[in-house]
């Protein structure tokens, strides 16, 4: 058996990038419908909230408005709310700020709260004035069944045709999985955390 030469090498190499360059094409040619998309972000693993401001980035990069509403966060501000309120006033950001429920113990403030950040999820989502739409941890509140499932889904639907959404968080239901247009589990697959290894500024929050 002759082994190839580096011309044979590179002839493979060229005739497989080639082929695929002409499967990414027709997979280009093929995606031809204009229209804004929900990404549901879920999944036990680390990255879900991460990925969200990836896009948050990505979309200011092209000179886009931007809105960001989290559910379920603790008390102490968040490395990306900090760098938004210094950094970048532009973003429309609110928090919910009550802390996570296993702290409040309280259902009913928990309910409260809830309504009260889902007032602004939802004037966010009705204003053609943003192009993306963030609701980080969103999930948390259909499955606690803090939020009426079917007036998130609803007002989800009903947003400006060119507002894209992005949903973050656990679970969150079959009906908000097939709304999404884009579905993305992250898989747990090791985390420090679970080897005692405390929480890291700017890693982890």
């Keep these: 058996m002759t082994k190839d030469t580096k011309a044979d090498k590179n002839e493979k190499h060229k005739a497989a990038m080639k082929k695929q360059q002409e499967n990414v094409h027709e997979s280009i040619e093929r995606a031809n419908v204009e229209k804004s998309v929900v990404?549901?972000?879920?999944?036990?693993?680390?990255?879900k909230s991460s990925s969200a401001f990836g896009m948050v980035m990505r979309a200011l990069g092209y000179g886009q408005k931007v809105a960001v509403i989290q559910f379920i966060k603790g008390v102490q501000k968040s490395g990306e709310e900090l760098f938004i309120a210094n950094h970048l006033p532009e973003v429309f950001f609110y928090q919910m700020n009550t802390g996570f429920t296993w702290d409040t113990q309280d259902?009913?403030?928990?309910?409260?709260?809830?309504?009260?950040?889902?007032e602004k999820a939802a004037q966010a989502l009705s204003n053609p004035e943003y192009d993306l739409v963030v609701l980080d941890e969103l999930t948390y509140m259909l499955s606690f069944k803090y939020l009426d499932e079917q007036t998130v889904l609803e007002t989800i639907n009903a947003r400006p045709e060119?507002?894209?959404?992005?949903?973050?968080?656990?679970?969150?239901?079959a009906q908000l999985r097939n709304l999404a247009d884009?579905?993305?589990?992250?898989?747990d697959v090791k985390h420090a955390f679970n080897d005692g290894v405390a929480a890291?500024?700017?890693?982890?929050?």
């Design 39 to 47: 990404v549901l972000l879920t999944g036990n693993g680390k990255g």
């Design 107 to 118: 259902r009913s403030k928990d309910e409260q709260a809830a309504r009260k950040t889902w």
């Design 162 to 173: 060119h507002q894209s959404v992005v949903i973050t968080g656990r679970g969150g239901g």
């Design 182 to 187: 884009t579905v993305s589990e992250v898989k």
């Design 200 to 205: 890291r500024k700017g890693v982890d929050f």
